[in-house]
């Protein structure tokens, strides 16, 4: 069992930065790739961003290259994600995910996630 907690969220202005943390539960974190997702009013969950076990490895959404930044530190059972130069199509509801398996851009593929975080941009 792995329990996901994240944290950092709030309301900043358009072109500022926040960084999100997700601390988890459990031994076996350095196992499990993490995501990062999001879901806005009405939406669906959007894949972010993604990275390996390692750390070595790390996937993007598109909509987030160059602004975005995942990392991790086993050591803290944690991961990151760095948000850059916020829009306020940027505001949603911010969730961590862990998956055993090669890494996936589904939300529903993952095997634990945690509660959210809301990020608030404003113009």
């Known amino acids: 069992q792995v329990q996901l907690v994240e944290s950092g969220g709030g309301l900043v202005q358009a072109g500022g930065s926040l960084r999100l943390s997700c601390a988890a539960s459990g031994r076996t974190f350095r196992s499990y790739i993490m995501g990062w997702f999001r879901q806005a009013p009405g939406k669906e969950h959007e894949f972010l961003a993604a990275i390996s076990w390692s750390g070595s490895n790390t996937y993007y959404a598109d909509s987030v290259k160059g602004r975005f930044a995942i990392s991790r530190d086993n050591a803290k059972n944690t991961v990151y994600l760095t948000m850059n130069s916020l829009k306020p199509g940027d505001t949603a509801v911010y969730y961590c995910?862990?998956?055993?398996?090669?890494?996936?851009?589904?939300?529903?593929?993952?095997?634990?996630w945690g509660r959210g975080t809301q990020v608030t941009v404003s113009s």
């Open positions: 995910a862990a998956r055993l398996e090669d890494y996936s851009k589904n939300y529903y593929l993952y095997d634990y």
